[in-house]
């Protein structure tokens, strides 16, 4: 199941619609949404509860614990929330270790309480049926609710009974209120405000629940923003049969990678992060399922644009990775990476990026050769190799843990799929100075690439061969 979160006033919009189907819920329907571009006037107009009643606002991006950060403004008027906005609208906050710009906020009415009138209430699905969590103390105080909270496990199928919740869910709740919960629970009894939400929706059901979601937005992560990039790279994904996903981490990073394969791309992300290259990893993504040499020409060019926007004093890195290909036609998918790159060969010389390659499969030696040609032709150093390399050994190489082998020695083995009449089971030699028509003979070593992780590069060379060899 993809779980994606979706922001605070489409999960609200969920409850209020699909959920409470009369008066449970007494703040339904009203809040109003605030960003940079929104016209006070209409608003007022549309929503004219913000000119009488007192009022809440808060930043709906995704962000936890935002009543602990300073980030709610509470009790105020219509004049308070435009104050109060004028000191967080469209300024950097940071949140942990993320940092971002607020510019989406919500406003609904205030309701006056006590601490000990708020209650946590958890609901999520597992394989097994829904999970119930409870908390007697809600608010920004309620701490570690995965600890404190009692829970109730509703099986598939089964239903909620007042014993079950009374005895399971409601042990520390006052007697005097236990009923006033079940009302609601079971008969929609007045009274109940929904005062904070967060909520995840499985996005693999889309297509299942378009009638009733409609356009679902899926808002990124506080701290990283929504390049358009990642849409049109949804979008292909969306019209192809194959799978081509892209998030941008770090657009400034110096490491880049082209993955082939979901498993891959977890495995590679991993060891750069292993390797000391996290605060340079700049994206995270993969293509798998047989994609055409047009959508793979499609999927590289984008990311061949996006990480050369930016110079990096050290150069630039593009691991372009994979395991061994059970039915991806390995040729075809390189020569769609060929054709970006040699669209791309004057920025990506700018740029100084050296491109590191691992691949095997169905006619990986024809997809090797021709990236190893395209090496020699447009001058942009491409190291290639095969399935005589470990998948993740080009990492070490490319973040300078490792020397670089002229020349590995050739695999004979099954996995050396190659679709060409051919006899020659030499893996295609590795830099753009060798010829691929007169392998090599030597076993020269190139030397590794400068470290920037900042650490001795022998420690990390064994923890390159621990990790190769988990």
Request: aromatic share 8%; with cysteine.
């Amino acid at each position: 199941m993809s779980a994606k979160a979706i922001s605070e006033q489409t999960g609200k919009e969920f409850l209020y619609k699909y959920i409470s189907t009369s008066a449970a819920v007494q703040n339904r329907s009203r809040y109003a949404n605030v960003t940079p571009e929104t016209d006070w006037g209409r608003l007022t107009q549309d929503h004219p509860w913000l000119l009488t009643e007192r009022l809440v606002v808060k930043p709906d991006q995704l962000i936890k614990r935002r009543g602990k950060l300073g980030l709610v403004g509470i009790n105020l008027d219509l004049q308070g929330v435009k104050e109060w906005l004028k000191g967080h609208l469209m300024k950097e906050t940071t949140v942990g270790r993320a940092k971002g710009v607020l510019k989406n906020f919500l406003i609904e009415p205030f309701v006056p309480h006590t601490q000990d009138e708020e209650f946590y209430v958890c609901i999520y699905a597992t394989r097994d049926g829904d999970q119930v969590l409870f908390h007697h103390e809600g608010g920004v105080e309620v701490g570690d609710v995965d600890a404190k909270a009692q829970r109730l496990m509703v099986a598939v199928d089964d239903k909620l009974s007042d014993a079950q919740v009374k005895e399971q869910l409601l042990t520390h709740v006052p007697d005097d209120k236990k009923e006033s919960i079940l009302l609601w629970l079971y008969y929609e009894f007045d009274g109940v405000y929904v005062l904070d939400m967060a909520a995840k929706i499985d996005a693999t059901a889309d297509f299942l629940c378009k009638t009733k979601w409609g356009d679902v937005e899926f808002p990124p992560p506080f701290g990283r923003e929504a390049y358009p990039e990642e849409a049109y790279i949804a979008d292909l994904d969306a019209k192809s049969g194959a799978s081509l996903k892209l998030t941008l981490l770090n657009p400034q990073g110096r490491i880049w990678t082209m993955v082939a394969g979901g498993g891959a791309s977890v495995v590679y992300s991993d060891t750069i992060c292993d390797l000391g290259g996290v605060d340079e990893l700049a994206n995270y993504g993969e293509y798998s399922g047989a994609p055409s040499e047009q959508q793979t020409y499609d999927y590289a060019k984008t990311i061949l644009s996006l990480m050369t926007r930016e110079k990096h004093p050290q150069g630039k890195v593009l691991i372009i990775g994979g395991s061994i290909a059970n039915f991806t036609n390995v040729a075809a998918t390189f020569k769609g990476i060929v054709r970006a790159i040699k669209d791309y060969q004057g920025p990506l010389k700018e740029h100084e990026v050296t491109i590191f390659v691992r691949r095997g499969g169905p006619n990986y030696q024809e997809g090797l050769r021709v990236m190893g040609e395209v090496g020699k032709t447009t001058g942009i150093p491409i190291h290639v190799f095969g399935t005589e390399t470990h998948m993740t050994a080009i990492v070490g190489m490319a973040l300078g843990h490792r020397p670089i082998p002229n020349l590995p020695p050739a695999a004979a083995h099954t996995a050396n799929f190659l679709l060409n009449v051919s006899n020659n089971a030499v893996t295609p030699a590795t830099t753009r100075t060798a010829s691929f028509s007169e392998p090599k003979t030597t076993n020269d070593v190139a030397a590794p690439i400068k470290s920037s992780a900042g650490v001795p590069a022998g420690k990390y060379y064994q923890a390159a061969r621990y990790v190769n060899h988990v």
